[in-house]
């Protein structure tokens, strides 16, 4: 579970978080601690997990949102301010930890002003125990190569994104 930290910090080495950018996070705390998804939720993990993200987010700019199981349809729990910044539609649930998860649910006690909204169109994300983040992050995806592949137990995927490429052979990019 420590190496959470290891992986913040190896994709704080290669300039992933960039200031006033949105990062989705996906995270399966069942998957962290060797179960299978949706049956254990952690809340101790989610605590350990939510203040390395709070410490990249003060050490980079970086604004985090965190997104919920299927069974509130994957809604992302975020700041107001973050809301209000990019537009996003609010949701009326408030996440917990058997309809949402315990990072969610964490992410929502802990949020100085949290909402929940249903889309949103993020930077880059990181999926810690396979989730299925990338409806939340722009198009064109693109895989991130770190040498960190699991976080306890569970299976890391990280995502950003490029340009689309439009047009045709004589398009210049």
Known sequence: ???????LDELVAIDFFKPNTLCVIGCSTSEVIGERIGTNSSDE??????????RIH???GVDFCF????????????????????GFE???VVPVKGAG????????????????????????GIDIGQTLIGQH???????????????GEA??????????????????Y
């Open 90 to 92: 609010i949701v009326s």
């Open 137 to 151: 992050i722009k198009h064109v995806q693109i895989p991130v190569r770190v040498a960190t592949k699991k976080v």
């Open 45 to 54: 993990v989610a605590k350990v997990f939510f203040e390395a993200f709070q």
């Open 101 to 124: 998860g315990s990072m969610s649910s964490l992410a929502y006690q802990s949020f100085e002003d949290p909402v929940v909204v249903e889309h949103v169109v993020c930077d880059t």
């Open 67 to 86: 997104q919920g199981c299927e069974h509130i349809n994957r809604a992302i729990t975020m700041e107001r301010r973050v809301q209000e910044r990019y």
């Open 1 to 7: 579970m420590d190496n959470i930290n290891t992986l």
């Open 58 to 60: 003060k050490q980079t």
């Open 155 to 172: 299976v890391v995927t990280i995502a950003t994104h490029r340009p689309k490429l439009i047009g045709g052979p004589r398009s210049q």
